[in-house]
């Protein structure tokens, strides 16, 4: 899983790059799709990587099973947070192995304050609430150990969301 870390963090910087140098052209896409690709696959050090770019979702899967998305734009495929279902997702990053993070924007104060009302009866233990200028901030765990982090940005009206499920 370290070598898919790493991986993460390359494409990241790769994609980085090639937004910064405005390749917007459906060729040169494809072309940076497939650098994309290849050098996480070198990284990974396994030519059975699969790297899958589709659109602005990039899946990288191991050769052991193993994956991990990110960018997306839906709700990612785990039964411990309840989705938030206002505002706009933005990016969505899930590991693989129920560790996420969520990214909303065009989120209403309203919305974000009644999600953490909600939030709360799921996670009830170790609670963590914090208001300041810029943001608030909501942080809880549950009996199963599963924790989740809500942090709403005020002056922008964006929201992250992460989660974090302890393996067994």
């Not at 790059?17 to 060729?27: A, D, F, N, Q, Y």
């Not at 990110?70 to 495929?77: I, K, R, Y």
């Not at 924790?147 to 969301?161: E, G, K, P, R």
């Amino acid at each position: 899983m370290k070598k898919l870390s790493v991986a993460l963090l390359v494409i990241l910087l790769v994609c980085s790059l090639l937004t910064g140098c405005g390749v917007k052209e459906k060729i040169e896409q494809k072309a940076g799709e497939k650098i994309v690709e290849e050098v996480v696959e070198k990284v990974a050090g396994d030519e059975n990587t699969e790297v899958d770019i589709n659109g602005g979702k990039i899946t990288v899967k191991g050769k052991e099973g193993e994956s991990f998305s990110l960018g997306g734009t839906e709700w990612p495929d785990i039964d411990y947070i309840p989705e938030f279902k206002k505002g706009q997702i933005i990016s969505a990053a899930n590991d693989g192995e129920d560790s996420v993070m969520i990214i909303l924007e065009k989120v209403d104060r309203n919305d974000f304050e009644d999600y953490v009302e909600d939030i709360k009866n799921d996670f009830p233990e170790e609670i963590n609430e914090i208001q300041v200028e810029e943001y608030l901030l909501f942080e809880g765990k549950n009996v199963k150990g599963e924790m989740v982090a809500i942090q709403y940005y005020i002056n922008d009206n964006s929201l992250t969301i992460i989660g974090n499920r302890e393996s067994e």
